[in-house]
């Protein structure tokens, strides 16, 4: 049931089930890096968001923010990737963030 695209410009064979439980795809960079959101933290009820790199079997979650049950929501990635962004609560409010891409 999970089809992938394997390598980058291979063409994608079919639907595509993220790893982690994550919810929504919310970009993808030139190097066929996506950003996801809305992804079960290990160990945690926590919902935070990730990136999943080529050959998408695993993620990395975007950390170091939020409060104890969200971690933060991306909202795009530029398409050199070098940088994600999106928002985290902070203190009772969203802040901006911007994550040095983890790859």
Not at 35 to 46: D, E, F, I, K, W
Not at 73 to 94: E, L
């Amino acid at each position: 049931m999970s089809d992938k695209r394997n390598a980058v410009g291979d063409a994608w064979t079919g639907p595509f089930v993220r790893p982690g439980g994550c919810k929504k795809a919310r970009g993808i960079d030139d190097a066929g890096r996506i950003v996801v959101m809305g992804c079960n933290a290990p160990l945690t009820s926590r919902l935070t968001s990730a990136v999943i790199a080529p050959p998408y079997t695993s993620l990395v979650y975007l950390g170091g923010l939020g409060d104890p049950s969200d971690g933060g929501t991306v909202w795009r990635v530029p398409a050199g990737g070098a940088y994600v962004y999106g928002y985290a609560p902070a203190k009772g409010t969203n802040t901006a963030v911007r994550w040095r891409s983890p790859f």
